[in-house]
């Protein structure tokens, strides 16, 4: 699997957007990216997964470069319960396994 | 809900003295992960069963093993806890080996004293 690099933490205003960035430089063609959060005391939590196109649920965008070497996870309205450490993983699947690297402290402040 | 459920919460063992923990699952998944997340890390794969098949990671140290006796149970089997093996120990499942998505539980804290 792909190794990410993730900046170790980040803030962000309630009610902005967060804009989340992971490089994935050396991801293969038929890897996919997932973002997984962990909110302080709980297990990780799935968000979203992309393979080349953008992808948008109730939870967040996911943007992928063109060249699919970096991606940025976007959080729209940030609220107080987005405070948690986000994973960036690159995989063929996450049924297979899911290997966490060091992820970005997100702190969302009043 | 369905979900995946780790019990105890909480558990306080000692050096030397074996340790079960206990994960169950009504997903029905096919898939059960066992992670290792210590203090201020990220969390790392122990092993995972697909359905009976068992598949240990290379690093995974000989005093964890793992018993899976049918679908929804899994346990996580610590011979002699050492004092490096406090850590939480989170639990996980997959529909299957193709699935996007694992679902975790809320995690067994283990102190050792």
């Known amino acids: 699997d792909a190794k990410t690099t993730q900046p170790p933490s980040m803030d962000c205003a309630e009610g902005r957007a967060a804009n989340l960035p992971c490089n994935h430089s050396t991801i293969s063609g038929n890897e996919y990216v997932y973002w997984y959060r962990q909110i302080h005391s709980q297990g990780p939590q799935y968000i979203i997964h992309?393979?080349?196109n953008n992808e948008t649920n109730e939870m967040a965008s996911l943007i992928i470069t063109e060249d699919r070497k970096s991606s940025t996870l976007i959080l729209p309205h940030a609220t107080l319960r987005d405070t948690a450490v986000y994973y960036c993983i690159v995989t063929r699947n996450a049924g297979n396994m899911l290997t966490f690297g060091g992820g970005t402290r997100l702190m969302v402040k009043p | 809900d369905a979900m995946v459920i780790q019990n105890p919460r909480y558990q306080v063992t000692q050096f030397g003295k074996p340790v079960t923990l206990s994960c169950s699952q009504t997903?029905?998944?096919?898939?059960m992960y066992w992670y290792q997340q210590k203090s201020s890390q990220a969390p790392k794969l122990l092993f995972h069963y697909y359905d009976k098949d068992f598949n240990n990671e290379a690093d995974t140290p000989d005093n964890f093993q793992s018993r899976r006796p049918n679908t929804s149970f899994c346990f996580l089997d610590i011979r002699s806890p050492g004092l490096g093996d406090a850590a939480m120990y989170l639990c996980?499942?997959?529909?299957?080996?193709?699935?996007?998505?694992?679902?975790f539980g809320p995690g067994t804290r283990l102190t050792v004293t």
């Open positions: 996980a499942t997959s529909r299957d080996s193709a699935s996007y998505e694992q679902y």
């Open positions: 997903l029905n998944h096919n898939v």
């Open positions: 992309g393979l080349k």
